[in-house]
């Protein structure tokens, strides 16, 4: 039984690299400079999102989003999506509603589609000196955004409107976070030096917590 899996996993594996080495690629912008090597484009990818066995959408470094719906056969390709400050930043995060609208974290601010990623705007206020590393949605209106990296203590911002508006908080304090999970009133973020800082009161005050690691903590999860 391992066999047949393994050998299912190896078929599944080639067939993504033959698509993705074949792959044509649509340029959302028209851009000047298109990449030739590697196919389909050359950017980190830090972000994806696989709706079904054809439609996948990622996201990554110098403002790239790119989708397919069709495995990978093609890709349709934004250099756009970051936040423009002489040159497109970094997307760091996502999260996705639907097909049609999302939200992305990203180096000096947020910005968000509604036509599936074929345009991108900054949302205003949003922006930081640093980086929006993570998000979370509580539910289809709520959510948290948080980071840090700059010198403005920007780190922690929430919406009650799907994103469409961000009220910025200053009460988390001490270091930049890279990860965050949420429910009605329980905030919990990861961050730096092996410390996670916990709020019962939706971010009102927090509760420091070390996890016992002098590293840098990357990501929460959480079994139950």
Known sequence: MKQIFH??????????INNTLNSQVNYINNDAWKWVHPNPQGNSLRWC???NANTWYMAGGNGTFMKT????????????????????????????????NGILACTHGITKTTDGGNSFLLIPG?????AW??????????????GGYGSDNKKLAKTTDAG???ILSTTLTSGSYNDIYADANMIIAAG???FVKRSTDSGISWYSYSTGSPTLLNKLKFIN
């Open 7 to 16: 050998i299912l996993l190896l078929c599944f594996i080639l067939l993504f």
């Open 49 to 51: 999102k696989m709706w």
């Open 69 to 100: 719906n069709n495995a990978g056969v093609t890709w349709n390709i934004n250099t756009h999506a970051g936040v423009f400050t002489g040159a497109y930043s970094d997307v760091q995060n996502a999260f996705f509603f639907n097909q049609m």
């Open 126 to 130: 949003t922006e930081i000196n640093g």
């Open 133 to 146: 590393r993570s998000m979370y949605f509580v539910n289809e209106t709520t959510g948290y955004v948080i």
């Open 164 to 166: 469409n508006t961000w």
């Open 192 to 194: 730096v030096d092996g």
